[in-house]
């Protein structure tokens, strides 16, 4: 089964840009060794993951009405901001739990990939 995981911003991680390049150097050994420890876990395999520039620089799209508007800004206005987000294929909930421990402190989110097919 594919799982998302939603790394928020803010936990108890400080935002990429107010770190010093010693500590984004330790939180990048963390990624790594999350990729480390899906990769020797049988049945589980990162499918996709990305880090995202700051909410600031995030574009909304919005439909009210058949009308579609598009403003600059994250889609919500809150102190927690989306971060990045891997998507795995795993056996269970429970694997993508104990592997999510290895990441840096973020808040997290998880929810099954939803099969259309």
Do not use: N
């Not at 400080?14 to 790594?32: D, N, V, Y």
């Not at 993508?96 to 402190?105: H, Q, S």
Request: aromatic share 8%.
């Amino acid at each position: 089964m594919k799982y998302f995981v939603l790394l928020a911003a803010d936990g108890e991680v400080p935002s990429w840009g107010g770190l010093t390049a010693e500590e984004q150097a330790g939180l990048m050994e963390k990624f790594g060794a999350f990729d480390q420890a899906c990769a020797a876990r049988p049945g589980v395999e990162i499918v996709s993951a990305e880090a995202l520039e700051e909410a600031s620089t995030a574009t909304t799209l919005r439909t009210r009405g058949g009308e579609l508007t598009v403003t600059d800004g994250p889609f919500a206005e809150a102190a927690e901001q989306i971060g990045g987000y891997y998507v795995l294929e795993a056996p269970d909930l429970d694997t993508v739990i104990e592997l999510c421990r290895v990441l840096p402190a973020y808040d997290m989110e998880i929810r099954p990939v939803l099969d259309v097919s």
